[in-house]
């Protein structure tokens, strides 16, 4: 099993940052699997935000991209999502999700292993 938790979320004005982080334990965990970041505002579908895989390659959403980045620390096993000039639409709950054999990186349904969510507000 894998376990994700996930910090970093808060209150933060518009056009402040934040950086979220993940972090992965877990016998079968592995520095191969692709690690992903989505997000779900109230009433609304979780939706892909960025993703970052085994090699480093990354992929972003339209809307984030050039104000979020996604890196990964491998020997802590952690990811982080920087974010940037947030935006209230930015607002929502923030899961981390690992993926053994991800190949539809913005694809929901490739990833095996989700952590409980991170809350971000963005309110002045």
């Known amino acids: 099993q894998v376990q994700l938790v996930e910090s970093g979320g808060g209150l933060v004005q518009p056009g402040g940052s934040l950086r979220l982080s993940c972090a992965a334990s877990?016998?079968?965990?592995?520095?191969?699997?692709?690690m992903g970041w989505f997000r779900q505002a109230p009433g609304k579908e979780r939706d892909f935000v960025a993703a970052?895989?085994?090699?480093?390659?990354?992929d972003y959403a339209d809307s984030v991209k050039g104000r979020f980045a996604i890196s990964r620390d491998f020997p802590k096993n952690t990811v982080y999502l920087q974010m940037a000039s947030l935006k209230p639409e930015d607002a929502a709950v923030y899961y981390c999700?690992?993926?053994?054999?991800?190949?539809?990186?913005?694809?929901?349904?490739?990833?095996?292993?989700w952590g409980q969510g991170t809350q971000v507000t963005v309110s002045s």
């Open positions: 999700a690992a993926g053994a054999n991800v190949r539809l990186w913005r694809g929901m349904d490739e990833y095996d292993y």
């Open positions: 970052i895989g085994w090699n480093a390659n990354t």
């Open positions: 877990g016998r079968t965990f592995s520095t191969t699997y692709a």
